[in-house]
């Protein structure tokens, strides 16, 4: 299974918007609503930002929204803030209980 | 609140094998998956397996089939990974990770248990 495809990495000012993709195939991204995005920070474990392509869990900021089309799903930062500066990973399931990650996105505030 | 509390980071030598936990609490544990993600230094996330805590049963990402082993012992919340015949590019930062089932996303992850594999 190959990781899913992301930009290295995407940088923009406090207040604009930025979105990052996440490519993959027929097979995990395109057949299946089940990709699920994760913030990360240095040193720190993953945190769950957005769910079945667009949900977001409790407790996360709806500047950050989700979308999909065909085999690529895509994640925005809306009014981009100096916390948000962090590593973004997708995940999609991919059929038989196993998941594929995104390459990851490096996100930066300028 | 939920707690996914991992063991110590771990030093072994090529060949080697090593065991790494994750001590769940704050829930019931038999209610919910647990899967296994590492990331190497520097590097994106990995995803290895899952094991389900209420009857034992496994999937494993075809990549590490034949030498990972999850386990639980419910008595004390408690899953398990084991990875034999290290080599160097098992060096990484280990996650356990919960999923309500069927839900197909990670709600929440433990610490990281740093293992790291050289001679």
């Known amino acids: 299974q190959s990781a899913l495809t992301q930009p290295a990495s995407v940088s923009g000012s406090p207040g604009q918007s930025i979105t990052i993709s996440c490519t993959g195939t027929s097979s995990d991204v395109g057949n299946y609503n089940l990709v699920s995005w994760y913030q990360q920070h240095p040193g720190k474990a993953p945190k769950l930002m957005i769910y079945e392509v667009s949900k977001w869990p409790s407790g996360v900021s709806n500047h950050f929204s989700g979308s999909k089309s065909g085999n690529t799903a895509s994640l925005t930062i809306s009014g981009l803030q100096a916390e948000d500066e962090a590593d973004y990973y997708c995940?999609?399931?991919?059929?038989?209980?196993?998941?594929?990650f995104g390459t990851g996105t490096k996100v930066t505030v300028l | 609140q939920v707690q996914l509390v991992q063991s110590g980071a771990e030093v072994k030598k090529p060949g080697a094998s090593v065991k790494v936990s994750c001590k769940a609490s704050g829930y019931t544990f038999a209610s919910y998956y647990m899967h296994w993600v590492r990331q190497a230094p520097g590097q994106g996330l990995e995803y290895m397996g899952i094991i389900n805590p209420r009857e034992g049963n496994t999937n494993y990402a075809q990549k590490f089939r034949d030498r990972v082993s999850m386990t639980r012992d419910t008595s004390t919340s408690t899953v398990y990974m084991e990875l034999t015949s290290l080599r160097s590019e098992d060096t990484a930062v280990y996650f356990c990770?919960?999923?309500?089932?069927?839900?197909?996303?990670?709600?929440?992850w433990g610490q990281g248990t740093l293992v790291t594999v050289s001679s």
């Open positions: 990770a919960r999923e309500k089932p069927r839900t197909f996303y990670f709600d929440s």
């Open positions: 995940c999609s399931y991919a059929a038989s209980n196993t998941y594929v």
